[in-house]
């Protein structure tokens, strides 16, 4: 099977290389920064921004998160199905 991204370098600017299931923790960073976040189920998404921000978002169904996300707060999270989409 022919595979396209072997000959690409890694980019911030797409696609990510894998979608990584997120358990939300007050006090653990995800393993990788994520570059955006993907929800199954809608709700509050608290998170601490690549920059280190702490930050609350409400996302839909099927939403995404257009940012760097070092961690993902449980307190406050009420969105589900949650995924970092990670390039590393």
Known sequence: MS??????STSLAGPGVDYAPVI???GADLPDVAVSLY???GGAVVFTSQKGQDRTVTLPDNGFL????RRVRATGTTAAGIHAIVVS
């Not at 595979?3 to 690409?8: A, H, I, K, S």
């Not at 257009?66 to 996300?69: F, I, K, L, Q, S």
Request: with cysteine.
């Open 39 to 41: 929800v199954e189920i």
């Open 3 to 8: 595979n396209p991204f072997n000959t690409r």
């Open 66 to 69: 257009a940012c760097g996300v």
């Open 24 to 26: 939300p923790n007050d």
